[in-house]
């Protein structure tokens, strides 16, 4: 069955960047399928983040809008969502996986930090 592996993660300061990685066992990307990243905080439920779906159709939470970008290869296994501007409020564990229904199985995720 497909894995999948998350990266990128790592202790930043307020306003800093990162790009996060999801990579595949086989390449999930470049079907129709819509794809997004997830992210859950201590004590809160897992929330979808980002999304994007055919024809290069994305979509975004309110709280992210205009900092996030998320990206996928058409012929590939990878994925990206590339955080700017970083706030404490983003501090949680990143998953990825498929929109609507998680379709595979959940990775370890990638843990993103934020000081004030």
């Known amino acids: 069955q497909v894995q999948l592996v998350e990266s990128g993660g790592g202790l930043v300061q307020d306003g800093g960047s990162l790009r996060l990685s999801c990579v595949a066992s086989?390449?999930?990307?470049?079907?129709?399928?819509?794809m997004g990243w997830y992210r859950q905080a201590p004590g809160t439920q897992r929330e979808l983040v980002a999304a994007v779906a055919y024809r290069n159709i994305k979509t975004y939470a309110d709280s992210v809008k205009g900092r996030f970008t998320i990206s996928r290869i058409a012929n590939g296994n990878a994925m990206y969502l590339q955080m700017n501007n970083l706030k404490p409020e983003d501090t949680a564990v990143y998953y990825c996986?498929?929109?609507?229904?998680?379709?595979?199985?959940w990775g370890q995720g990638t843990q993103v930090t934020v000081s004030s």
């Open positions: 086989e390449d999930i990307f470049s079907s129709n399928r819509e």
């Open positions: 996986n498929t929109r609507w229904y998680p379709y595979y199985s």
